[in-house]
């Protein structure tokens, strides 16, 4: 049995394929990162999955059961799945509480407030319980979001662009909350990004989303380390995209790409202001501070490198390359 199931769905916009036969499972508590640039289907895919959009052709699953048409309802959706949408969508004057409790008007005062002070401690929202949504940062408002949507018990969780307007603590504070939430809750996730930071450090497995078409799948190593082709590499990440004979004699970590070229990562490049056995000898034309490590822009016969190491060297300088 599946638990939550895409199945081939495809969306067509203009006689355009906006989203092309997409297929993914997920189990309870597995939190899906969907990475794609601006334009690439990732929010028509999650409202298809939300029951919301109609797809042209295939069909999405909750626990085998294919979700009802969003044209056959009177309001769209599914009671299982609830969707945060980028924009929030929250009462500005009323408080996180009343934010909350708002979505459990039809239950009983006493379930409700047991329920909204679970939501708020899950969210990390009890500071701010009573301050009104429109005085609240984004990272609470997101969390705020987040638990009005999960207010009535949930299957799965849809984000769509969670970390967009959020600064780095507040982008920490939401990665452990969906953590702890998909721990705890068994509740499954998929969230939409642009940002491959945010997809390769919460996903448990991740997709890469191109014109349409998810062109791999697998978990955040894997696909780091082995991405599918160069767009992929790139899309997740600094790479150099080095000709097949490169480092010809050097073992070490790289991904071969169908084009024949190596995806190196800059982290994993050596770099030795000495001759050794095997390095490539490259001249340092730029270096820039990142905070952790020092970037490397080296030219190396035709090629351009980069590469991270942890001492400033000056400008001009020949250095040594390798692969660890
Ligand atoms: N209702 C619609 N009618 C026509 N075209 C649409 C419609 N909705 C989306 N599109 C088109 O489908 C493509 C994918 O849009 P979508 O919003 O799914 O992308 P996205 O990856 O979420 O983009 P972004 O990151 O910018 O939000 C775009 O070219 C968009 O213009």
């Known amino acids: 049995m599946s638990f939550f199931q895409l199945h081939s769905v495809s969306k067509i916009y203009h006689s355009q394929w906006v989203v092309k036969d997409i297929s993914f499972a997920l189990s309870q508590g597995e939190i899906f990162g969907l990475l794609g640039e601006s334009g690439s289907g990732k929010s028509t895919l999650l409202r298809m999955a939300a029951g919301l959009l109609d797809a042209d052709e295939g069909y999405v ?32 004057t009323l408080s996180v509480r009343e934010n909350i409790n708002y979505a459990l008007r039809y239950y009983e005062k006493a379930y409700r407030d047991e329920r909204v002070d679970e939501l708020l401690q899950l969210c990390q929202l009890e500071a701010v319980a009573e301050h009104p949504a ?54 499954a996730c998929i969230f939409v990004t642009h940002d491959p930071n945010d997809a390769l450090s919460l996903s448990t497995r991740m997709g890469i989303l191109h014109h349409g078409k998810l062109i791999q799948l697998g978990t955040p190593e894997t696909i780091y380390h082995f991405p599918a ?71 190396a016969g035709t090629q351009l490198l980069k590469v991270y ?10 250095v040594f390359v390798d692969l660890r």
């Not at 009802?68 to 929250?90: E, W």
């Not at 969906?178 to 068994?186: I, K, N, Q, V």
């Not at 770099?271 to 490259?282: F, V």
């Open 61 to 92: 699953s909750l626990q085998d059961q294919p979700l009802r048409p969003a044209s056959d309802q009177l309001i769209p959706g599914h009671p299982d799945i609830k969707i945060v949408h980028q924009d929030y969508n929250l009462s500005a």
């Open 134 to 187: 429109k005085s609240l940062s984004g990272g609470e408002k997101q969390r705020t979001a987040i638990a009005r949507a999960l207010a009535e018990e949930a299957k799965v969780l849809l984000l769509d662009e969670p970390f967009a307007h959020l600064d780095l603590p507040n982008r920490h504070r939401l990665t452990d909350t969906l953590r702890e939430l998909a721990e705890h809750t068994g509740i």
């Open 229 to 299: 082709n160069a767009y992929a590499a790139e899309l997740t990440g600094e790479v150099n995209l080095l000709n097949a004979d490169f480092f010809r004699n050097s073992v070490g970590s790289y991904a071969t790409l169908p084009d024949g070229r190596l995806a190196v990562r800059p982290e994993k490049c050596i770099l030795s202001p000495s001759p050794t056995i095997y390095g490539i000898e490259a001249v340092v034309k730029r270096v820039v501070f990142a905070g952790s490590h020092y970037t490397f822009y080296l030219q």
């Open 309 to 318: 190491h942890h001492e400033v060297l000056p400008l001009d300088k020949s």
